[in-house]
């Protein structure tokens, strides 16, 4: 983990579940975390919660569908600590509905977040890592993409665009700039509380009780992810509950 010490990671997402994990655990390992969400009560007390274990951490309130946020978001880590190791573009929404059920305005929040705001995050990040000359980006995507099932279908459209996105990505850079995808399953957190679907919110967060893995799980996988030494790249990450089908 000495790869890890010193770098400066910035977290969309980051006041709970696998973003809150993500932060406090890169920060146990001495990496300087920068969080960010809309949430800013939620953001201060994970900060001091860092701080008072030793930790160095700092916040900024951003919305993922604002671009101009990202930038002030990564503009915020080099003004802080001088540089940007790594952007995490974990915030995402999940609305669940059939097709043919045309919840627009779910649809278009789902891609506002999960699509457009990963592709405003990397937008942010990339001319940093650019001037640079290295940098990482970590997209956390979701099973949703790999196993398609009724009632996920924009949703994980979404999560496959990224995915897809980040492959080209990839093989565009010259290799100062590593891309990984992280893709979750079932995790515990309160990913489910959003969800409008009653039907489909009970048997998630069923599920969750059931089955559902610690968010540090999903937190170490980025630490193994970016903690690997500069030429090599660790592309994609599958990680689920082992009793998940």
Same mark, same amino acid.
């Given at each position: ?5 010193? /770098? ?11 973003? /809150? ?39 900024? /309130? ?15 880590? #080099? !003004? ?7 952007? #995490? $573009? ?10 043919? !059920? ?5 649809? !278009?929040?789902?891609?506002?977040? $999960? ?60 290799? $100062? ?20 679907? !009653? ?16 968010? #540090? ?29």
């Amino acid at each position: 983990m000495q790869n890890i010490k010193g /770098k400066v990671v910035a977290i969309t997402g980051a006041s709970s579940g696998m973003g /809150k994990a993500i932060a406090i655990e890169l920060a146990k390992n001495g990496a300087k975390v920068v969080l960010g969400a809309r949430r800013t009560g939620q953001l201060q007390q994970i900060v001091e919660e860092i701080k008072s274990t030793g930790g160095e951490a700092t916040y900024a /309130k951003i919305d993922v569908k604002n671009k101009v946020d990202l930038v002030r978001f990564v503009n915020t880590a #080099v !003004e802080r600590y001088g540089a940007l190791d790594v952007i #995490v $573009n974990n915030a995402g929404v999940s609305q669940l509905s059939r097709i043919d !059920e045309l919840d627009i305005d779910d649809w !278009e929040e789902m891609i506002d977040i $999960n699509l457009k705001g990963v592709l405003y995050g990397m937008a942010a990040a990339i001319p940093i890592f650019k001037q640079q000359q290295s940098g990482h980006i970590v997209n956390i995507i979701s099973t949703s993409g790999i196993k398609i099932v009724p009632m996920q279908g924009v949703y994980a459209g979404t999560k496959n665009a990224i995915r897809t996105i980040a492959e080209a990505f990839r093989q565009e850079s010259d290799g $100062n700039i590593r891309i990984t995808g992280i893709s979750p399953g079932f995790v515990k957190t309160d990913f489910a509380d959003n969800i409008k679907n !009653e039907e489909m919110k009970t048997a998630i967060q069923r599920g969750m009780e059931q089955i559902a893995i610690d968010p #540090v799980a999903i937190a170490n996988a980025v630490i193994y992810a970016i903690s690997q030494p500069d030429d090599v790249e660790i592309g994609d990450i599958v990680i689920r509950p082992s009793k998940q089908n």
